[in-house]
Nanobody
Framework: QVQLLESGGGSVQAGGSLRLSCAVS????????MRWYRQGPGKEREFVSG???????SYADSVKGRFTISQDSAKKTVYLQMISLKPEDTAMYYC???????????WGQGTQVTVSS
C-alpha cells in the first residue's frame, strides 16, 4: 500500500527558502502523478504544484518563478524547492499521489511552513 511522508517544513523569515520532501513508500506497479497542495490558516486548500508521470510540471500562478517541483525516481521522493518565501506562503503543505489505480487520492500527513515578515 502506497504511503506518503512529507518533511522539510519549518519557520523562516520572508525571503527565505525551504525544500520540502515527500517520500513514497510501499510497492505499486501503477504509474502516478504527484502534487503539492497547501492550506493556510482560514483558507481553503489549494493546488501548489504538480509533476505528472511523464515529468511535466505545473504550478499555481502564486508560486511560479519561486517554487520548483522535482523528483528522484530512484529514491521515490518528490521535492518542492521554495525560494523568496512570503508570509502568504504560510500553510500546511501536503503531497498527494494521483492514479487511476486508487481512489481517493493518497495524501500525506502534511508539513507546516511558517513565513514571518
Amino acid at each position: 500500500q502506497v504511503q506518503l511522508l512529507e518533511s522539510g517544513g519549518g519557520s523562516v523569515q520572508a525571503g527565505g527558502s525551504l525544500r520540502l520532501s515527500c517520500a513514497v513508500s510501499g510497492y505499486t506497479s501503477c504509474r502516478y502523478d504527484m502534487r503539492w497542495y497547501r492550506q493556510g490558516p482560514g483558507k481553503e486548500r489549494e493546488f501548489v504544484s504538480g509533476i505528472d508521470r511523464d515529468g511535466r510540471r505545473s504550478y499555481a500562478d502564486s508560486v511560479k518563478g519561486r517554487f520548483t517541483i522535482s523528483q528522484d525516481s530512484a529514491k521515490k521522493t518528490v521535492y518542492l524547492q521554495m525560494i523568496s518565501l512570503k508570509p502568504e506562503d504560510t500553510a500546511m503543505y501536503y503531497c498527494v499521489a494521483v492514479s487511476a489505480c486508487w481512489s481517493p487520492n493518497k495524501w500525506g500527513q502534511g508539513t507546516q511552513v511558517t513565513v514571518s515578515s
